[in-house]
C-alpha cells in the first residue's frame, strides 16, 4: 500500500504543470562539472556549476538519464557518470584500475550506442560520440578544474558550444528516452500495481532519510539467501514492475529532498507527508507537529484555528480528501518503515487536536504556547540533546498521534527519569506525563479522576498529593530566606521524594518546622503557609505517605509539584497579605 501512495503521488506530481518532477527515465542529479565540447566534438572548456565558498559548495541539479543501481560490476550511466567511465580515467596507476577504467569507458560508449542507434540524428549526440571515439583528453588532464574533478572523482555530462542546455535535454532525446520506457521484454505482474512489466531487480536508492547512507538505501532489498525465496536473485523476490519502481522512488526522493516543505524530523524517522490531491494541509501539516526552521518563529494562529474548527465542528468539505504520513528510518544499507498512516485531512486535524488537547498544560507567560514534538521528544533527552533521544521514541510517538492509541510508555518512563535525574519538572515532561496518563485514562475508559491541566485541590490521588505537599515545602523554604538560593529542598530531594516518599518526607517536615519558625521570627505573618499545608495535608490517606509510588504516581508526583508551584507564580493576593 505504502509504494502504490507513492506511485499515484508520483503521477500527481507529473500531471501538475508546476512540478518539475522528473519524467519517467530520468532524475535530478548534482552535476558539478560540464565539459563543453563544439560540434567536431573536442573539448571547449570545463564548466563550474558549483556555488558556495570551500568546501560547502553545492553543485547544480539537472534532469538526466536515470542512473543505475551500481553495486558490481560494469554499469554505465547515459551520458553522465564519473572520470572513470567518461574518460577511462582509472583511479590509480596500477595495472588492475586501468585495465578496469578502459573496460568502463568502453561501456560509457557502448550505452549510447545501444540506446540510440546508428540512425539517431541529433548534433549533440553526434558531438558525445566524435568525442568519446576519439579519446583526446590530454586537455581535460591539463586543465585547472582537474585537480578538483579527480580528487572527489566528480559526475560530468556535456553540453554543446553556444548551447543553454545539456546535450542530454534535446528533446528528441527525452522523447527517444521516454519512449524506450514503454518496450516491455520478459514482463511479468507487478505486485503492486498489477499491470504487466518487466520486474525491477534492483532499485533505486532512496536518499534524505536522516542517519542513513549518504550513497542512500532500499527499502526493497534482497541481498542474501537468508531473505531469498525458491532461489529468486534480489527483487525478483517481490517483482515490482520498473515503471512502479521508477514511481515510488521519484516521488519519495522528491519529498524528502533538502528544502522540501513537505518532510519534518521526529527523533530518528524522517517524516514525509502528502494527499492524494492538492490540498492546503499539505503545506500547514508541518507547522503543527513539527520544529519551524531556525530563525522562524512557531505560527501558532494555524494552530489555534485548527483546534477551534475541531471544536465547533466547522470543518471544510474537502477534508475528506487523503493524507497519507510514511516516517522512515536507518537500518545499515536499508530503510525501516518508522510508521505508516492512511486516512483523510478530517481524521488526521482531529487526531492532532486531541494530542493537543492531551497534553494542554498550564504554563508560564514566557513558556511556548503550543509544544512540537520535537520539543516533547527532546526534553526527555539527556542534556536536551535530539541525538540522546531514545531510538525509534520518535516513531513510536508520532503513530501514537496519527493513529489515536496510547503514548508508548517509554516516553513516560524517559519524562520521569529526566525529572529525577536534573530535579526539576519543565514544562515539556509535564505535558508529557499528563498526556500519557491522560490517554491511558481515556483509551481504557477508566472512571477514575486523572490529572487536569492545572491544579486541582480535589485530586486526591497519593503521588499527586505529595507532589504539591512538596512544592509547599520548597516554598516555605524560600519565604525563610532573604536572599535567592542558590539550592533548594528539590536540587537535593527530588528524586528521593519521588522514588521513596515514606522517608524523604520525614526529614522534609522537620526541616520545614525550622524554615516556619525562621519567618516568624522574621516578624512575617505564617497563617497562609500554614493554612496551604493543612490543606495538602489533610488529603493524605489515613495509613499515611507511603513507602513507595508506582512509576504513574511518580508522574503524578510530578505533575502535582509542577502544578502547585504555577499556582504560586500566579502571585496569589492572599499570600502576599498573608505575608
Request: proline residues 4%.
Amino acid at each position: 500500500m505504502i509504494l502504490k501512495s507513492l506511485a499515484e503521488y508520483y503521477e500527481r506530481l507529473l500531471s501538475d504543470p508546476d512540478s518539475d518532477v522528473a519524467p519517467p527515465g530520468f532524475e535530478k542529479k548534482a552535476i558539478p562539472f560540464l565539459l563543453v565540447i563544439d560540434d567536431e566534438g573536442d573539448l571547449f572548456s570545463i564548466k563550474d556549476t558549483r556555488t558556495g565558498e570551500g568546501k560547502k559548495k553545492t553543485a547544480k541539479d539537472f534532469l538526466l538519464p536515470a542512473g543505475e543501481k551500481k553495486s558490481s560490476g560494469v554499469k554505465a550511466n547515459l551520458l553522465w557518470d564519473n572520470p572513470q567511465y567518461v574518460l577511462g580515467f582509472p583511479k590509480s596507476d596500477k595495472e588492475k584500475d586501468v585495465k578496469r577504467a578502459s573496460e568502463f569507458h568502453k561501456a560509457f560508449l557502448d550505452k549510447i550506442r545501444e540506446e540510440f542507434g546508428d540512425d539517431f540524428q541529433d548534433k549533440g549526440l553526434m558531438a558525445v560520440t566524435s568525442f568519446l571515439s576519439k579519446g583526446r583528453f590530454e586537455k581535460i588532464f591539463s586543465h585547472e578544474l582537474w585537480p578538483e574533478i579527480e580528487e572527489n572523482n566528480a559526475n560530468l555530462t556535456f553540453m554543446l558550444k553556444d548551447d543553454d542546455k545539456l546535450v542530454a535535454q534535446s528533446p528528441d532525446i527525452i522523447s527517444r528516452i521516454i519512449d524506450s520506457q514503454k518496450v516491455v521484454d520478459n514482463a511479468q505482474v507487478c505486485s503492486v500495481s498489477g499491470e504487466r512489466d518487466k520486474a525491477s531487480e534492483l532499485h533505486t536508492a532512496i536518499k534524505g532519510v536522516w542517519g542513513a547512507q549518504t550513497a542512500g538505501a532500499n527499502i526493497v532489498s534482497f541481498n542474501l539467501d537468508a531473505f531469498r525465496s525458491f532461489g529468486k536473485k534480489q527483487g525478483m523476490n517481490a517483482p515490482v514492475g520498473q515503471k512502479t519502481m521508477f514511481a515510488y522512488t521519484t516521488a519519495l526522493n522528491t519529498l524528502l529532498a533538502k528544502g522540501s516543505q513537505q518532510r519534518m524530523q521526529i527523533g530518528d524517522a524522517s517524516t514525509v507527508f502528502w494527499a492524494t490531491e492538492t490540498h492546503p494541509f499539505e503545506d500547514d501539516f508541518s507547522c503543527f507537529l513539527a520544529e519551524p526552521p531556525k530563525g522562524e518563529k512557531h505560527d501558532y494562529g494555524k494552530i489555534r484555528s485548527l483546534l477551534n474548527a475541531v471544536k465547533t465542528g466547522i470543518l471544510p468539505s474537502d477534508d475528506d480528501t487523503g493524507f497519507y504520513v510514511l516516517g522512515l528510518a536507518p537500518n545499515a544499507a536499508r530503510i525501516s518503515i518508522r510508521f505508516w498512516y492512511e486516512g483523510n485531512v478530517r481524521d488526521m486535524k482531529h487526531k492532532i487536536a486531541q494530542h493537543f488537547e492531551d497534553i494542554e498544560m498550564i504554563r508560564a507567560p514566557h513558556d511556548r504556547e503550543f509544544l512540537s514534538l520535537f520539543q516533547l521528544l527532546v526534553a526527555t533527552a539527556t542534556e536536551g540533546k535530539a541525538d540522546n533521544i531514545t531510538p525509534n521514541l520518535g516513531g513510536e510517538v508520532a503513530r501514537a498521534v496519527m493513529i489515536g492509541t496510547g503514548y508508548p510508555r517509554t516516553l513516560l518512563t524517559a519524562a520521569i527519569r529526566r525529572c529525577k535525574a536534573e530535579q526539576r519538572v519543565t514544562l515539556a515532561r509535564a505535558a508529557v506525563i499528563k498526556g500519557y496518563l491522560t490517554r491511558e485514562a481515556r483509551i481504557h475508559e477508566s472512571n477514575k479522576k486523572e490529572v487536569r491541566m492545572s491544579l486541582d485541590k480535589e485530586y486526591t490521588n497519593n503521588g499527586y498529593v505529595l507532589g504539591r505537599l512538596f512544592a509547599l515545602l520548597e516554598r516555605i523554604q524560600e519565604k525563610a530566606h532573604t536572599t535567592k538560593l542558590n539550592k533548594t529542598i528539590r536540587d537535593t530531594y527530588f528524586s528521593a521524594a519521588t522514588s521513596n516518599p515514606l522517608v524523604t518526607f520525614k526529614r522534609l517536615q522537620d526541616l520545614s518546622i525550622h524554615h516556619l519558625s525562621k519567618i516568624k521570627n522574621s516578624g512575617a505573618n505564617t497563617t497562609w503557609l500554614e493554612m496551604q499545608m493543612q490543606e495538602i495535608v489533610s488529603k493524605i490517606p489515613s495509613e499515611g505517605i507511603p513507602a513507595t509510588l508506582s512509576l504513574d504516581d511518580q508522574g503524578r508526583f510530578a505533575i502535582g509539584y509542577y502544578h502547585q508551584r504555577q499556582d504560586f507564580f500566579q502571585q496569589k493576593p492572599d499570600e502576599n497579605k498573608g505575608e
